[in-house]
Structure formats: C-alpha cells, structure tokens
C-alpha cells in the first residue's frame, strides 16, 4: 500500500488502528515477567526478518524469483505479539529509509502485514493447529495455512483500503479477482518456505519452537475483546474524519459541485466505472462513512481540467525547479567564497 | 580482588563448559587466560558476570560473593567487553550506547553526561560520540565498546578476544590503550603476544578445567601449549 | 544477492546524509516531523484529477533538497521502489475512466490519464517528503523525539534495535549468500528447497546474536529504565521553518487559484 493511493480518512484511521494494536502489544508485553528479556530478541529477530526478505530464491518450474513475507514465520518463532512488534517496526525502518509505502500508509501496511498475520491469523490457526503437540507434519500444515490465510486477508484488505480511498476506479470486483489469485500463489510459496524453516530449526533447536509454542508466552489475551476493540475504533475515527472531510474541505467543493448538477463528466465516469459505484455511492449516502471525493467525483471543481490548468502545473514545476537550482548555486558560491 | 573457587558452569544441555576452577586476579593486575576453541574461555567470563550462573562453586569479588541479590552490584563492578562489539553496541549513537551503563545504575544526567566524555576521551575517541555505530571501523567500534564498560567504573575487566578482527596498527593501539589502563584484568585471548606484553600471569585453560597457572614463561612452554590445542 | 549489499549501501547513504549541517539538519526533529506529516496528508487529501492543483507542491522537495543539500540523484532512484503498485492502480484508471477532460492542441487528454498522472505525483511528493525527513534527521534524533513525545519506551527500544541490527544481519545474510553463490555455479538466487536451511541458519544466527545482544544489556544493568531525553526547545527558527511549509501548503490546499 502507497501514501499515493490513499485517502487520509482511510490512512488516518489505518493509522489509529495499527497504533492501537501497538499499544495494547507493549501493554501486554510491560505486563509480562519475561516480556523484558524480550525486547533485544524482537529487535534482533526485526533486523532477522528484514535480512530475510532480502534473500531471493527461485521458484521450482517457474524461472520467477521471490522472496519471504515472514509474518507467520516470525509469529511461530516468537509468538503472535513480540512477532508483531517486531514487524512493526521492520516496516516502519523499511517506509522511512526504503520508501516502502509511505508514512501515511504505514498504517495500513502495520495492518495488513502485521496485525493480520500476527494477531488475528496466529492465534486463530496457527496455534489451534498445533495444539495436540508440535511435529514436523503438523508444523507444515499450520504454517501452510497460516500462510495462504494471511497473504489472502491482507490482499483483501489492500483491495477494500484501496477502494474505500476512491482513488482508483478499478471496480471491486475485477480488482479483487487479480488480487486474490496472486496472493494465493505468493501464500502457497511463503507457506512452503515457512515450513522448510520451522522445520529446520525444530529440528535444530526444538526450544525456540517449543517455547514460543507452550512456553510462558505473552500475549494470551481475549481475541474477541481486541478484534472488537479494534472495529469500534475503526468506526469512531472513519466517521469523525469523514463528518470533517464531508463538512469542511471538501463539503465546500462538494456543495458547489451539487449545485452546478450532476456534469456530463461524472456520468461518464460512473458509466465507466460499472454498477459498482452506484452501490457504493448509495451507501455512501446512507452512512456518509466515506469523504465525498472518495465516490461522486467532481470534474468541474477538480480544476486542472483545461489547458491553463496544464500550464500552471507546467510554470509551477519550473519554478519549482528554478528554486531549487539558484539556492543550489548561491550555497556552493558561498562555499566557494568562504574556500578562497 | 576478584577471587574464584571451585567454579562449575554448565550449559542448559548439561554439558559442562567449566570445571572446578580457581585462581583470583589482585587488584589492578593484568591476567591472560589461554585455551583452544572450545576450552571454556568465553563461558567462564560469562559465569563472571552471572550471565551464565554457577553450577557450583563461588566468585568473590572483594568481600562480596556472587549470587542472584547481588548481581546489579557485581555487574557495576566488573565490566566485560565481549568479543564482537556488534553484539555491545546496541544504541543508535555511540554517547547513547557508553550513557546506557550509567543511566540504567541510576546516575543522573549530569553525571552521566560527565561519565561518557571521560570514558571516551581516556580512550581517546570524543570525536566519536555523536556517530552511529553503523559508521566505525573495526578499531573504532572495538575502543566505544571498551568505553561503554568504562563508563561504569568498574573495579575489574574482562576482555573476550580484544584483538579479534583488528589490523595490525589497530591491535597495537589497542594494547597501548589496554596497558594505560588502570583496572584488575582478565583477558581471554589467542595472541599469545598481547599476552605476554599485557600481563603478568597466565592462566591455561583445557577442556573447561584449569591446566596451569603461572607467569609468564607458561606463553613459551611448547609442551604444555601442544597438550592444551593451542 | 546485489541487492543485500545495495540495501546496505542504501542505509549507511541516508545515516550519511543525516550527519550533514546546514540549516535544515539544525532544525528541530519536531518541526521537520510535521512538516512533513502536513505535507502529506494535504498532498493526498486532494482529489483524484486535482493534477495541476498539486503542481505547485514541487516546491517542497526542490527547495528542501537545494537548503539540505541532498544529491538529487540519490532520492530520486529512491522513489522508484515505490512505483509498481501505484503505476498498477494508475494505469488501470487511465484504461477504465477514458471520458475526455480536455484536449491540447487536438490530443484529446481522459480523466484516467490525469488521474494516472495526479498519482503519481502524490507519489513522488509523499516519498520525497519522507526521504527528506531521514535524509536530514540523524536517526537517534528521531527515537529521541519519539521518547519526548511518549511513544511507548518498549516500541522505541525494538525500533532501535532493530534499525542497530540491520545492517549487522544483511552482512551476515550477504556472505551466506556469497557463500552460496560460490559454490553453486554462479546461480542469481537461492534454490526454493534450500531455503528452509538457509534461512533457518541464519535465523537461529540470528536468535543466538540476541542472546548475546541481551547478555551485553543485562551486563550494563539492563532493566527498562527509562532513558531521560535532553530537553530540546522549539526556537524561534523552528517556528518560522514550520511556518514556511505548513501557510503555503495549507493555502494551497483550500483556496483554488486556477
């Protein structure tokens, strides 16, 4: 996920949820006797994933080369909730220094790439399938669909983040469809590769397995209270970004759009864009959840639609430009200066 | 005085690691401790510190003897610089990483602020202190993880493998650093050179347990070098 | 395995840059954090064919960049990372939304194709204003701000770590894989069924390194103590730096000038 393709309502809230999740991990872990002695290994075990991801292998009969996720890896070497600090800062290092995805999006990447993983696919799979004791089959299997689960609700997530920002205009359903298959071969492949490595450390050091497994393990708390938390804040920070995206801003933009009527501009759109945004919109209608901009867009006010939009960007640009070069100049004449 | 009787350490396995061993090292003497891979060097030292807890035996440091109530103080005391300082220096800055002792023993801003610029200019290296660890060289990050021991002013130190990946003018620096120092030493090495000009007494270590203690003439004894793997 | 030692590069590039002295390195951590919060949130909150209305927003990376004097160079090829999914969700808008908004000169330009172009450009400005954030802000500055603003002393101290040891495991994970190359008749990546021993060496490596990494912080009498920030007021520089970016975005962003 991009800051690019989001809106801030959906980034903002993506942002509150994640930093919730986060803040009830550090709780859970301050609560716990050993959740100290922890801290080093999840930041070490961070810097293990993010070298991970790094390594490249191929993929048997098909010549693409891939690389590991690592989410449900980290989660069965760990456990669900120092797996999922761990993540989260991985992909903050990795949107800051990286420019993977964006500050704003960074949210939504905790989300899909953490909390899906850690604390929701983790402990209702991963674990259930490993309660009648650990072993090399059972190990496979759990992490197998572990694996796939994840990478599909993420997937799944990324679509609806996507939509819900009306940025594209991909209809949910085509998009969905070239989404979900992808990451069902990504699940297949991550999972196979999860497997090979529990099992090799299994076999090597049972312990790290074991007691990430059935050890004095932090993070055993009430998956209903936490998941319905998380939806409650969900719904309190959409509806109160949108209630000031519909009444500020944009409303401005919006009443003045409504009031010059619908343009033949957006009934194009919405032609083009299939039956899926009448739906949408009405919902939007009934429970104005969404900004404005997100659905009816507003080809009149967008501004830029002419040709002396296109110049201006084109002079701003330049100028732009022109700043940038003369403060360069003047700063290494000054350097110069002060040389001589 | 650092004082040892009897130490056991094991490993969770069971294996033992050390073996009924004993020697002391006298305030402000420079003591190298000798042995193949393996032989328990790196254990003992970690049993020093109470990383790893004895399985029997006693460490006694002045009047105080080693147990889990006071291993905070004991830890104020001896200072251990671990082999790869990548594994020391765990802060984003060198003055955060040398501040880490003395903040977490409670000294208070100004002392601690005092502490670090002592550590690191007595071992010459201010200049380093607003770098990330990412930055230094090999020499360099060897003297900050020295510094951040220092820093805790420690009565006794115990080096594991102070010359391991240095170049030669590093090495040499290292030595002169470690000579001009004033603390108890113990120092777990391969470079039987370093010892000699380090240190007054030789401890070798065989297979976990204690083969000989004496001066340093044992660095020059072929025999008894050959029967210890080194 | 190039790329390892090029994310290696990469890091140590960007820690490089934060080290630098000009007037914006001395700025605040604060102040250059909201910034560039500011700059995106207003970036994306504009709307999807609001291409020209973002145009002048390019001032913030090229005068940021000439003040830090950041290698354009460098961020530049950063931006691309982020170029696939973005250039996937566009081009699949300029397919979709083919309605003709306007025409130059005869060359008739659709939504989809404003559209494409305003993503991209959110793109760019969104990167570049997190880029330039590191690029001029040493990374203990930034866990430092993160402590005085109370974030969470556990997530800080993984952040931290986790950052320390980054580039220590690429290193390791590069040799391995050199290793591997060596002895594998030159092949560009890892075979899959290799994997599950490569990558569990290399994380039992790593987990032995955290042990070791522990020890060393138990040695220095580790216990989540809470390290004290030195204070650091917001001069009046900061004020007027913030000022400067946030009043011209801000306008931008609700008056609409053409």
Redesign the interface.
């Known amino acids: 996920m991009a800051d690019a393709l989001l809106s801030p309502a959906v980034g903002l809230t993506m942002c509150a949820v994640s930093a919730a999740a986060i803040g009830v991990s550090v709780a859970k872990v301050n609560n716990d006797e050993f959740g100290e002695k922890k801290i080093p290994i999840m930041g070490v075990a961070g810097a293990m994933v993010f070298a991970g991801q790094m390594i490249n292998f191929t993929i048997p009969a098909t010549g693409a080369s891939g690389h590991i996720v690592g989410g449900i890896l980290l989660a069965g070497l760990l456990g669900g909730v120092p797996a999922f600090l761990s993540i989260s800062a991985v992909l903050a290092i990795q949107c800051l220094f990286f420019a993977d995805g964006g500050l704003l999006a960074l949210g939504c990447n905790i989300f899909n790439m953490g909390v899906i993983p850690c604390l929701i696919v983790y402990p209702l799979i991963f674990r259930p399938l490993l309660k009648n004791g650990l072993g090399t089959k059972r190990l496979s299997a759990a992490s197998l669909a572990s694996s796939v689960a994840a990478l599909e609700l993420g997937a799944f997530c990324v679509v609806l983040q996507t939509l819900l920002s009306g940025i594209t205009v991909l209809p949910f359903g085509t998009f969905a469809a070239l989404m979900l298959p992808i990451h069902l071969v990504i699940g297949l492949v991550e999972g196979a590769v999860t497997s090979a490595v529990l099992a090799f450390v299994y076999k090597v050091r049972p312990e790290i397995i074991g007691s990430a497994q059935y050890g004095k393990r932090i993070g055993v708390f009430s998956m209903k209270k936490v998941l319905a938390s998380l939806a409650v804040l969900t719904i309190i920070c959409s509806s109160a970004l949108s209630l000031y995206a519909s009444t500020n801003p944009d409303g401005l933009e919006w009443a003045a759009g409504k009031a010059m009527g619908k343009s033949s501009g957006a009934e194009t759109e919405l032609e083009a864009a299939g039956g899926i945004y009448d739906g949408a919109a009405s919902l939007q209608g009934k429970t104005a959840l969404l900004p404005d901009y997100a659905f009816v867009s507003d080809p009149d006010n967008a501004a830029g639609t002419s040709l002396s939009g296109v110049l201006g960007a084109a002079a701003a640009f330049m100028f732009a430009g022109a700043a940038g070069l003369i403060i360069s100049k003047a700063k290494s004449r000054k350097r110069a200066n002060s040389n001589v | 005085m650092l004082k040892v009787v009897d130490l056991t350490v094991e490993y969770t396995d069971g294996t033992r690691a050390v073996e009924s061993v004993s020697f002391s090292v006298e305030a402000g003497e420079n003591v190298a401790m000798i042995g193949a891979n393996g032989a328990g060097k790196t254990s003992l030292l970690?049993s020093l510190?109470g990383?790893l807890m004895p399985a029997a035996g006693e460490i006694h440091l002045g009047e105080a003897v080693l147990n889990k109530k006071n291993l905070?103080e004991i830890?104020?005391r001896i200072?251990?610089v671990?082999q790869?300082p990548?594994?020391?220096?765990?802060?984003?800055?060198i003055f955060?990483d040398v501040a880490?002792?003395p903040?977490?023993?409670g000294s208070c801003?100004a002392e601690t602020a005092e502490r670090v610029n002592q550590a690191l200019r007595s071992l010459e290296i201010g200049h380093l202190a607003?770098?990330?660890?990412?930055?230094l060289s090999g020499g360099e990050k060897r003297l900050a993880a020295i510094a951040?021991?220092l820093a805790?002013n420690p009565d006794f130190l115990l080096f594991d493998e102070p010359a391991a990946f240095l170049d030669p003018r590093a090495r040499r620096s290292l030595i002169d650093v470690l000579s001009k120092l004033p603390q108890g030493k113990l120092i777990a090495t391969h470079d039987l050179a370093l010892a000699e000009t380090l240190c007054s007494r030789v401890l070798l270590l065989q297979k976990g347990k204690l083969a000989a203690d004496g001066g340093t003439e044992l660095l020059r004894n072929a025999a008894a070098l050959e029967a210890a793997g080194i | 395995m190039s790329d390892i030692s090029a994310r290696v590069h990469e890091l140590r590039s960007l820690e490089n840059l934060s080290a630098g002295q000009t007037a914006v390195h001395r700025l605040h951590p604060l102040t250059k954090l909201l910034s560039a919060i500011a700059v995106i949130v207003l970036v994306v909150s504009f709307g999807r064919y609001d291409f020209s209305r973002l145009a002048p927003y390019m001032f913030y990376p090229f005068v940021m960049m000439a003040l830090a004097e950041l290698p354009y160079k460098l961020l530049l090829s950063r931006v691309l990372i982020a170029l696939p999914f973005c250039l996937f969700a566009g081009l699949s808008n300029a397919v979709l939304d083919r309605a003709a908004a306007f025409s130059i000169g005869g060359f008739s330009v659709s939504f989809g194709m404003l559209s494409l172009a305003t993503i991209l450009l959110k793109m760019y400005l969104c990167v570049m204003a997190a880029l330039i954030l590191v690029a001029t802000t040493p990374f203990f500055e930034l866990t430092a701000q993160l402590r005085r603003l109370h974030a969470p002393m556990v997530f800080v101290m993984i952040f931290e770590t986790t950052f320390r040891y980054i580039s220590v495991l690429l290193e390791e994970a590069h040799s391995m894989a050199t290793a591997y190359k060596l002895r594998s008749g030159n092949k560009k990546a890892l075979e899959m069924r290799h994997m599950g021993s490569f990558a569990g060496h290399l994380f039992i490596r790593g987990f032995d390194r955290a042990e070791r990494v522990h020890a060393a912080m138990r040695c220095r009498g580790y216990s989540l103590v809470h390290i004290p920030t030195a204070r650091r007021r917001l001069l009046r520089r900061d004020a007027i730096a913030l000022a400067a970016v946030c009043l011209p975005s801000l306008l931008l962003r609700f008056v609409t000038f053409w």
């Open positions: 970690l510190v990383v905070r830890r104020s200072g251990l671990f790869n990548d594994d020391q220096l765990f802060m984003p800055s955060e880490f002792g903040r977490s023993f801003e607003a770098r990330s660890p990412l930055k951040t021991v805790m």
